[in-house]
């Protein structure tokens, strides 16, 4: 009887230690895996699509700056009025209000300032003010543009800068780029999946990014003259030249692994 109860014993006291044994063996691992990094369960992959285009909208802004004495109504007044010449002018080739937008009206005073003599420092004296006003344009009709740029001059302006080329609405170029770029990243996976020997599991997350590039040119960021060389030399017009545009977009996926 006494055996048999060491027996027992021995036997639960086995079944006790198999029983702690899973459960500490269950615990381990189910804190393992909630610990363990996404990354050694999902894998990401990029692809890019790139879509030439040629761009419809030639954009630029064109300045009236008028420097005076100190009747600064009379400065404005002489000011606005270059200004109203100046798009009566761009409307009168084509160009569609919408497609003109004032950017900019500063008025800034001059100063003269005076040496200090004995330690003294006269306070500095007002003599006269800058009045600028700046108009953004944009040009749809290519063949106008260059006129358009050296005839704002000859009509008051005289500041013409920023020349870029974009195109107008990007969103149907930037979906064939999409695509191109969503098709890429799939097949990307598909061989990443192949070569390691495991197959695509759930897609997890997918982000986004994109950039529509300026065409550059000589005009951008210079002025083209200024009024009085318009006025005395008749400048003749630039020609202008759009060119292509690449319109990219670069796409990234993750993928669950199975």
Request: glycine share 10%; net charge neutral; proline share 3%.
């Amino acid at each position: 009887m006494e055996q048999k109860a060491k027996q027992y014993a021995l036997i639960g006291v086995g079944v006790a230690a198999l029983i702690f044994s899973l459960a500490a063996w269950a615990y381990i691992d189910a804190y393992s895996k909630s610990i363990q990094p996404s990354s050694f369960r999902s894998f990401s992959v990029s692809g890019e699509g790139k879509v030439i285009s040629v761009p419809d909208v030639a954009k630029f802004t064109f300045s009236v700056i008028t420097q005076g004495g100190k009747n600064l109504g009379e400065l404005q007044k002489k000011n606005v009025g270059l200004m109203n010449e100046a798009i009566a002018y761009v409307k009168d080739q084509g160009v569609a209000e919408k497609d003109i937008k004032t950017e900019g009206f500063n008025v800034e005073p001059r100063y003269q300032y005076y040496a200090c003599r004995e330690g003294a420092c006269p306070p500095a004296e007002i003599v006269g003010y800058t009045v600028s006003q700046t108009v953004g344009v944009k040009v749809r009709d290519f063949d106008k543009a260059g006129d358009i740029l050296s005839g704002v001059v000859s009509h008051g302006a005289n500041n013409v800068s920023g020349l870029q080329f974009t195109i107008d609405d990007p969103s149907i170029v930037m979906a064939k780029a999409r695509e191109q770029a969503i098709q890429k990243a799939k097949e990307k996976a598909e061989q990443i999946a192949d070569a390691g020997g495991f197959s695509l599991g759930r897609l997890l997350g997918i982000s986004e990014g994109g950039y529509q590039p300026m065409y550059d040119n000589y005009l951008r960021n210079a002025k083209v003259m200024n009024m009085s060389e318009s006025s005395a030399g008749g400048a003749p017009a630039p020609s202008i030249e759009a060119g292509s545009q690449d319109v990219s977009v670069s796409i990234s996926l993750q993928y669950e692994i199975k």
